[in-house]
C-alpha cells in the first residue's frame, strides 16, 4: 500500500488574486516541485485562459483548483498555516525563514493538512488573515526591494518544501492530534463571546487583546482534547452569565 506524501497534504493558498496569469504561474510553480493542492480565496477572475496558458503543463493543477468564498473556507481542517509575509507585524506569530519554515510544515504535513497563504499582489495580506495564521514565513530578499512577483514566492516555497523533503524529516516523536482550523476558531470565537458578555472585553475598545490570545495559545499548538477542556470550562463559566 503506498504512503501519503507529506507534499500531498500542503495547500497553496492565494488569497483575493487579481491577475489570472498569476495563478497559472503558481500551478505551474507548485507542479513542477510535487505539490498539487491549490485554494483561491475570492480571485478576480477564475477560470481563465491566460491562467491555463501560464499554467502550460500543470492545467490538472488548475482543473482541480478549488475557489473559496472566504479565508475559513480554504483553511478549513488544516492544523497550521504560515502567512508569506515580508512587513514586519506587530504581535505576530513566531517567524521563520523560508527553510525554516519548510520544515516546519513539512513535519506536521507527514500527518495533517496545512497551508501556506499568499497575499494580494499589490498590498500582500491584511492584518485579519495574518491572525489566523499560526506562523509567519519571511523569504529573505534584498532590504531594499524584498517584493517578490506571487508566482516567485510560491515558486520558492515550493523549492524549499522540496528540498526539505529530501532531507527525509523524520515524524514527530509524539504522534500528537492537533486542534484544526475550525476547532480552534470556535474557541477563538467562545472565548471572545464570555469575555464579552463578563465584561472583560470592550468589544468597543478591544485594542490588541484577541490577537494576543491568538499568539499565545499559536505558540502551544493546542490538541484536540485541550480544545475540548478549554471549552467546557467556558461553558460551565458561562453558566454564570
Given amino acids: 500500500m503506498s504512503t501519503l506524501c507529506p507534499l500531498d497534504n500542503i495547500r497553496i493558498v492565494l488569497s483575493h488574486t487579481s491577475h489570472p496569469g498569476n495563478i497559472g504561474a503558481a500551478a505551474r510553480a507548485m507542479k513542477t516541485m510535487g505539490l498539487h493542492s491549490l485554494y483561491l480565496v475570492n480571485p478576480k477572475s477564475f477560470p481563465e485562459q491566460e491562467a491555463d496558458a501560464r499554467a502550460a503543463n500543470a492545467v490538472?493543477?488548475?482543473?482541480?483548483?478549488?475557489?473559496?468564498?472566504?479565508?475559513?473556507?480554504?483553511?478549513?481542517?488544516?492544523?497550521?498555516?504560515?502567512?508569506?509575509?515580508?512587513?514586519?507585524?506587530?504581535?505576530?506569530?513566531?517567524?521563520?525563514?523560508?527553510?525554516?519554515?519548510?520544515?516546519?510544515?513539512?513535519?506536521?504535513?507527514?500527518r495533517q493538512p496545512v497551508a501556506l497563504l499568499f497575499g494580494r499582489e499589490n498590498s500582500g495580506l491584511t492584518t485579519a488573515e495574518v491572525n489566523k495564521c499560526q506562523i509567519i514565513i519571511h523569504i529573505p530578499a534584498n532590504p531594499d526591494y524584498p517584493s517578490l512577483n506571487l508566482a516567485s514566492a510560491v515558486q520558492i516555497m515550493a523549492y524549499e518544501l522540496r528540498m526539505a523533503l529530501t532531507e527525509n524529516t523524520e515524524p514527530a516523536a509524539i504522534d500528537r492530534k492537533l486542534a484544526n482550523f475550525d476547532e480552534l476558531e470556535s474557541l477563538y470565537a467562545h472565548l471572545e463571546r464570555l469575555m464579552t458578555v463578563s465584561g472583560f472585553l470592550d468589544p468597543q475598545k478591544p485594542k490588541l487583546l484577541m490577537q494576543r490570545i491568538r499568539r499565545m495559545l499559536a505558540r502551544i499548538r493546542l490538541e484536540k482534547e485541550e480544545v475540548q477542556i478549554l471549552r467546557g470550562i467556558l461553558t460551565a463559566l458561562g453558566k454564570r452569565w
Fill in 60 to 110: 490538472d493543477v488548475l482543473h482541480k483548483t478549488k475557489v473559496c468564498e472566504d479565508l475559513d473556507e480554504a483553511l478549513e481542517n488544516t492544523v497550521q498555516t504560515a502567512a508569506i509575509t515580508a512587513r514586519p507585524r506587530e504581535l505576530s506569530p513566531v517567524v521563520f525563514d523560508a527553510r525554516q519554515g519548510a520544515r516546519e510544515l513539512l513535519q506536521l504535513a507527514q
